[in-house]
């Protein structure tokens, strides 16, 4: 069986520009998360769906960030513009469905903004 | 909200055991995990326990919790080189799911 799948795995931008992370969740699974780890923390959610509606994006800087899920399986992520400490990586999880307490991580995006 | 506070750094040899501390704040929380993530790679989910149990065996891994002083441990029996990684400690209640900082283990061979 498939994991949760990230695209790309590394990405490299100046400050200001647009950016846009996708993830395909295992399949089957209702749930979504993104994650925001900073270097040398835990991760911290930002976004949670369950299908297509995001129920949980409190944590979601919206005047920058902003996400969709549009037929409740793979997601997009995107930051716009881009800003210096945004450098970090973005986890996309995914589980059955909101009352399942296991979480299957992806490997990550990794973003660099000089 | 919940802190959840873990030993940064963890050095042991090879064969012999690791322990892993974990402390968190909120004595409501219902499910603790731990994950491991290698270099460059998400976290992997290595195991789970359930607040009502105070101990779970699986193969190498044994996880205690102490309700009481809300304290959760790891410990990886005869520990391999391949152990080394980052192990997060994670504390879960009503849909709200959160990370220890991480303690890095590493294993000289």
């Known amino acids: 069986e498939a994991g949760v799948v990230q695209s790309p795995r590394y990405k490299i931008i100046e400050k200001k520009q647009p950016v846009a992370f996708w993830c395909n969740p295992i399949?089957?699974?209702?749930?979504l998360y993104w994650y925001l780890q900073n270097l040398g923390q835990g991760p911290e959610l930002l976004i949670r769906?369950?299908?297509?509606?995001?129920?949980?994006d409190s944590q979601l800087p919206k005047d920058r960030f902003s996400a969709e899920r549009l037929k409740g399986v793979d997601s997009t992520l995107k930051i716009q513009p881009a800003e210096l400490g945004d450098s970090a990586v973005y986890l996309c999880?995914?589980?059955?469905?909101?009352?399942?307490?296991?979480?299957?991580f992806g490997p990550g995006t990794r973003l660099t903004v000089t | 909200g919940e802190d959840v506070e873990q030993s940064l750094f963890l050095s042991v040899r090879e064969g012999d055991s690791s322990v892993i501390n974990c402390t968190y704040t909120?004595?409501?929380?219902?499910?603790l995990y731990w994950y491991k993530q290698e270099p460059g790679a998400g976290l992997q989910l290595l195991t789970y326990?359930?607040?009502?149990?105070d101990m779970k065996q699986d193969q190498r891994l044994t996880v205690l919790l102490n309700k009481k002083d809300k304290h959760l441990s790891l410990r990886i029996a005869d520990t391999q080189t391949g152990d080394s990684a980052i192990y997060f400690c994670?504390?879960?209640?009503?849909?709200?799911?959160?990370f220890g900082a991480g303690t890095r283990l590493t294993v000289k061979p």
């Open positions: 999880a995914s589980s059955l469905d909101h009352t399942s307490y296991e979480q299957y």
């Open positions: 399949s089957g699974h209702n749930t």
């Open positions: 769906y369950e299908n297509e509606e995001a129920v949980d």
């Open positions: 909120d004595s409501s929380s219902t499910y």
């Open positions: 326990i359930f607040s009502n149990m």
């Open positions: 994670a504390v879960y209640d009503n849909n709200d799911m959160r």
